[in-house]
């Protein structure tokens, strides 16, 4: 369970530089001073993406320890849809409120793609700028700055605009409409009705859950459910050991919103949740590899951990985000543990599918080749050739996967008797569905006058909870 990511501030994407493990690939940030450490690699977060939340009944986890995914289903019922527009202007309201605030403080994203200087960077960034989009760009404002700190926005005189420029790139991004802003939104009634009405809703529904949402009756009192999936990493002694394949529930106790600090592990959980899946301390948290010539941390999808489930920074504070706010309340979310593939019928069409996505290797550091341009040396950690060499390169699952068919053969099938998960037989030959990963979606911040104390971070007027809507 350990270490964990650094500071953050989004960055361009394309080919670009890394950016931090904060947000969704790898990520800069800024660090900040804890009560026993100067710029120690943590920060606050707030999420600026479009899921919904859910409450405990409504949401079901899956690990997989042999594809190294996080599946969660959020059931969706008919009112949730409806009010979705709702729920996006609060998300939005209440961020657009809190910039205005003296004491907030938020951290500028940073454009890395003319950080790397050596050939042995310049690689590495292109193989992490595959993960390091952000999506709050191309919403006509600029919202890259060319330095990370807070402090460059002050000495620019420009702390106010940069602000502005932030709120209407969510605004945009939020309700998909490039000639929103704030000013207009706030002084319009019925521009604002417009935007959060049922029909815009429903729309903005299906447009940002295109590829993840399936209209299924399953469960009662539900139209249908959305399906996210991330990229974990698990613990160095493989799939078969901790945390115990089982169904359970999240713990409602032992969890955290934000652990500045571990007596243990120093500053290695960088402020973010620490979700506990087992009282022994496994947990799911934050990446903990740092790429030190440019001071961005990643998340290694492997077998690299003490135990704990590893996950990019955005991708955790999603999923803080679409678990119930209340602390107790996790002890609601089903939980299942599998040391085998995750194979599911996700979409209700019928045919099962082995579940991956599209975050691969990045590695540590990248060496030049002789005789090979920097093309050839980072071709082998391209997404497209990933695809067909993730599972070929993983100890445990080669021995299941067919590279000239691309499919899954003798996955283990699972089934369920009194809450109990049961092994019995194998599937047959299966192909592999990868879902898109995502871009980044949290913003770095801190308060002014709000102290860091270790373990839990509730101090001041703008703790992590404060941006956990319900």
């Given at each position: 369970m350990k270490k964990l990511v650094s500071s953050i501030i989004t960055f361009a994407a394309i080919l670009a530089v890394p950016a931090h493990a904060f947000f969704l690939g790898p990520i800069t940030q800024e660090g900040m001073d804890t009560p026993k450490k100067a710029k120690a690699t943590v920060g606050r977060y707030l999420y600026v993406g479009t899921a919904p939340k859910f409450s405990g009944p409504e949401l079901e986890l899956t690990v997989s320890k042999m594809s190294l995914t996080l599946r969660a289903t959020g059931w969706v019922s008919q009112a949730k849809i409806d009010n979705y527009g709702a729920h996006l202007y609060k998300r939005w309201e209440q961020i657009d409120q809190t910039l205005a605030a003296p004491k907030?403080?938020?951290?500028?994203?940073?454009?890395?793609?003319?950080?790397?200087?050596?050939?042995?960077?310049?690689?590495?960034?292109?193989?992490?700028?595959?993960?390091?989009?952000?999506?709050?760009?191309?919403?006509?404002?600029?919202?890259?700055?060319?330095?990370?700190?807070?402090?460059?926005?002050?000495?620019?005189?420009?702390?106010?605009?940069?602000?502005?420029?932030?709120?209407?790139?969510?605004?945009?991004?939020?309700?998909?409409?490039?000639?929103?802003t704030p000013e207009a939104v706030k002084a319009d009634n019925k521009l604002k009705d417009s935007l959060i009405s049922v029909a815009n809703s429903r729309a903005l529904f299906l447009s940002h859950n295109t590829s993840t949402y399936t209209a299924s009756t399953g469960k009662a009192g539900y139209v249908g459910n959305i399906t996210y999936v991330y990229p974990i990493a698990a613990t160095v002694d493989g799939p078969f050991d901790q945390p115990k394949e089982e169904i359970r529930k999240l713990m409602s106790y032992g969890t955290i919103e934000a652990r500045w600090w571990s007596d243990k592990w120093d500053d290695e959980f960088g402020g973010l949740p620490f979700i506990l899946i087992e009282p022994s301390g496994v947990a799911f948290h934050g990446p903990i590899t740092n790429f030190a010539p440019l001071d961005v941390w990643f998340l290694r999808r492997g077998y690299v951990s003490h135990g704990c489930h590893r996950m990019d920074t955005s991708d955790l504070i999603e999923l803080r985000n679409i678990l119930p706010k209340a602390i107790p309340d996790l002890g609601k979310v089903k939980l299942t543990i599998l040391d085998n593939f995750d194979v599911t019928d996700w979409n209700n069409d019928g045919k099962k599918e082995v579940v991956d996505v599209k975050y691969y290797t990045i590695p540590t550091a990248v060496t030049p080749v002789s005789g090979k341009t920097l093309d050839d040396v980072i071709k082998p950690f391209l997404i497209e050739n990933q695809m067909k060499t993730y599972f070929a390169n993983n100890q445990y699952a080669k021995k299941f996967y067919d590279v000239k068919t691309d499919t899954i053969n003798g996955a283990v099938k699972y089934s369920t008797v009194s809450g109990v998960l049961k092994q019995e037989g194998k599937h047959g030959q299966l192909p592999i569905y990868r879902f898109e990963y995502k871009a980044s979606r949290i913003l770095q911040y801190k308060e002014l006058g709000s102290q860091m104390v270790p373990y839990d971070d509730t101090r001041g007027e703008f703790p992590p909870t404060y941006f956990l809507n319900n």
């Open positions: 907030f403080v938020l951290h500028p994203l940073v454009s890395l793609k003319s950080v790397p200087t050596k050939d042995t960077s310049i690689a590495w960034a292109k193989i992490a700028g595959q993960y390091s989009a952000h999506v709050l760009e191309n919403q006509g404002v600029e919202v890259f700055n060319p330095k990370r700190n807070a402090q460059s926005l002050e000495n620019a005189g420009i702390v106010d605009e940069y602000r502005a420029r932030i709120s209407t790139a969510i605004l945009r991004y939020l309700f998909k409409d490039q000639t929103l």
